[in-house]
């Protein structure tokens, strides 16, 4: 066992962590605090720590921060669900409104890598129809990025983390082949498929960041099943073991456990660097341009907590919509039990999916949904039991007594944007930094409403084609989240641009999932990765032109472009 | 309940490739658990161990897993859960607030404190929790509903699937790296998994079991 990964950094003299090895380290470049680096990003999840890497690979100077530990894999990730509760951002927040989001391991990570290190690895694309919500489907609002660019982008976000997935994906648009061959099915993704086609509806093994023959220091996946409380084998193709490497060999310096707490700004309104706490002090790093990349809760807490006299409201709020317009995705589930021994633990937990809702329009409520199989382990399981059923004592022990017989679709549903759900600062309570919490209030929409019960009878129909008895429904649950800097057409209903850029500031750029401004039936990883590929291509367009720290104003990139076609 | 993993222990693994290092240091430490409280006082530590035997009934014949302990060394070690609700104190004032309470409502009800009413009178009064129907003002106007179904639930029943016992009991396979898993398929059982007993094959299954 090497030190104790919490207590301090171990990106500093020279070295990183090279996560890929038992006690491994790479030389890494590093940066003086007074002297201006080009780029600051503060988080390393699917977006800071793709941007990370790639802006450092195409010739940038970057300093990332993560308020979270640098982990080995390999030494360091046991086979157990309550350790590793380590992963996620577990600080202080507050919970409100008339359904409450719960926090931790649905929607948050705290270490290098975001929590792309415990993530389900689903990796899907948007219906190319969502980029244009509005004026395509008739409801939420459009984004500014057209879908055949951003097909290219998907495909280089699947080649960069070796996406293992079937030859021929069922729905949407003609896509490349998946770079590695889909993994096998089990019990779970096998009764998936037969509820599938009773039903009459397609499915597919699910596209996983997970490689299934060896890849670099990867070995293939060995089905160990415990991918959501990160990955042991570093079969998983987090950002912890692509991107990040990538960038500190890349010359990027990335440091951890180092919590960025305000953004501060210059004479001129343009941002000027980051202020830090690292190893008990607070530090401040200068910068030509920043790149928020906390996700829908840090993102505009950030934002928030930089307000100063000249941007009383915090940065890049003009448009007074940082930190509203929250999304989660609604996570329902049905449950039932099986004759035979499904033993629901074993492989990734979602192996095959159904995206039949996400292609079909003849339904009479707007947002769309898939459904995948699904393996928890046995506190998840049992905490299923206790929100669901409210089961305890003697009825309880019994019902967990047929963990092994348990068979469950789950949904990944749209909801929709609601300037009421959002993200404040508590004007009370503050974290162990000092700083002020955030206070998240939540309210699902009729419309989200209806989508969720649509979704719960279709699930509880294919466990019914399948025999499945003793079923019952998890109507509560929620997970990733979206939105609190939406991107838009202009400044008026929006944070940012096309290219992430925010409109009232245009050296701040934010990059992560709080820039949707709608969330889609799919998991949001490969999209956020996506966005920010291409917004590495579009900083790197911008800088030959001489327009990044000042935005050209003839241009304002995204209205232009042709609707999803 | 009838023992459906005859002879299967989780532990039995411990040495074997489903275990690496860190996984048997995590489970040790869990294991070594100090049964003392560090945060209740022993009068709430009373209190709060005859609710774990309610939540969470354990049978005479093995020993028992100290669900009470694990409740003490969270709120004094974490790691914390990351938010809470808006009409909830934080983890440690809710749970001294809740004891309190029960044992308000015990003592108004039965004229003892709840360790000493009936297991009966004691599901009772949880279910009146669960239930939202408690309101003594030793609640300080934490809602009793909220605080049974996200602090007591949740705290005690996670302590108790996340201990070695209770996965023999429910015939989980464990840690399982860098090993994993081979056979995926429906009824399929890697040869390191448990063994379910069906009715005559008992003696195969705890045949199996002691070869994991």
Known sequence: ?565 | MTDRFPGYDVLSKRHSPSWNEVTRQVVNRRLAVPREPRYFTWDEFVTLDAICDRIVPQPDHRPKVPLAAYVDARLVEGPGDGYRFANLPEAADAWRQGLAALDAEAQAAHGVPFHRISPHAQDRLLTQAQNGELNNPAWGGMPARMFFEHRVLPDIVHSYYAHPTAWSEIGFGGPASPRGYVRMQLDRRDPWEAAEAYPGHEDRARRQNRHV
């Open chain 1, 1 to 565: 066992m090497s030190d104790d990964p919490f207590a301090t950094p171990r990106a500093k003299n020279g070295r990183a962590p090279d996560a890929r090895r038992v006690g491994g380290w790479l030389p890494m470049r590093e940066y003086p605090e007074t002297e201006p680096v080009d780029f600051v990003i503060v988080g390393t999840g699917a977006g800071g720590g793709t941007l990370t890497g790639r802006l450092a690979e195409l010739g940038f100077s970057v300093v990332a921060f993560d308020a979270g530990p640098w982990f080995r894999p390999l030494e360091e990730f046991a086979s157990d669900e309550t350790e590793q509760n380590k992963l996620y951002w577990n600080d202080r927040r507050v919970t409100g409104g008339e359904n409450p989001l719960i926090m931790g391991g649905n929607n948050s990570g705290k270490a290098v890598g975001g929590s792309t290190v415990h993530y389900a690895m689903v990796s899907l694309r948007f219906r190319p129809e969502w980029f244009k919500s509005r004026s395509r489907l008739g409801y939420a609002v459009d984004w500014p990025l057209d879908w055949r660019e951003m097909w290219d982008y998907y495909a280089q976000a699947e080649q960069a983390l070796k996406i293992a997935g079937p030859v021929s994906y069922p729905w949407g648009p003609k896509r490349p082949r998946y770079p590695y061959r889909a993994h096998e099915l089990n019990a779970p993704a096998e009764l998936l498929a037969r509820g599938a086609e009773a039903l009459g509806y397609r499915w597919s093994p699910t596209p996983l960041a997970t490689v299934s023959a060896p890849h670099g220091l990867s070995p293939p996946c060995v089905y160990r099943g415990f991918c959501r409380f990160g990955c042991s084998t570093n079969a998983k193709q987090s950002q912890l073991v692509t991107f990040i490497p990538r960038a500190v060999e890349a010359g990027a310096e990335i440091r951890d456990l180092a919590m960025v707490g305000r953004i501060e700004t210059g004479n001129d309104g343009l941002v000027t660097g980051v202020h830090y706490f690292r190893e008990g002090r607070w530090g401040f790093q200068a910068a030509r341009n920043v790149i928020v990349a906390g996700y829908a809760i840090e993102t505009p807490r950030l934002l928030l907590l930089s307000a100063n006299d000249r941007y009383p409201d915090g940065l890049a709020n003009s448009s007074g919509l940082v930190g509203r317009n929250l999304m989660t995705q609604s996570n329902q589930a049905v449950w039932g039990l099986m004759e035979q021994e499904v033993r629901w633990n074993k492989g990734p937990p979602s192996l095959a999916l159904t995206e039949h809702w996400n292609y079909e329009d003849r339904k009479d409520f707007p947002g769309y949904y898939c459904w995948m199989s699904q393996g928890p382990l046995p506190v998840e399981w049992a905490n299923t039991l206790i929100g669901s059923r409210g089961l305890w004592g003697e009825r309880l022990r019994q019902q967990m007594a047929h963990y092994n017989h348990q068979v469950g679709l789950k949904m990944v549903g749209e909801m929709l944007p609601d300037e009421a759900n959002r993200v404040e600062l508590d004007d009370k309570e503050v974290d162990q930094y000092g700083l002020p919490v955030s206070r998240i209030t939540y309210r699902w929409g009729e419309d989200d409403k209806r989508l969720i019960n649509h979704a719960l009878d279709q699930m509880q129909m294919s466990l019914e084609a399948i025999n499945a008895t003793d079923i019952f429904r998890q109507d509560n649950d929620t997970n990733h989240l979206a939105g609190t800097a939406r991107m838009g057409f202009d400044a008026r209903s929006s944070v940012v641009d096309a290219d992430c850029r925010s409109w009232d500031i245009p050296n701040l750029w934010i990059c992560d999932g709080s820039v949707f401004p709608t969330t889609g039936g799919v998991n949001p990883s490969l999209t956020i990765t996506a966005i920010a590929l291409r917004t590495a291509d579009r900083i790197a367009a911008l800088a030959a032109r001489g327009e990044l720290a000042r935005r050209h104003r003839s241009v304002t990139v995204g209205a232009g472009h042709a609707l999803a076609g």
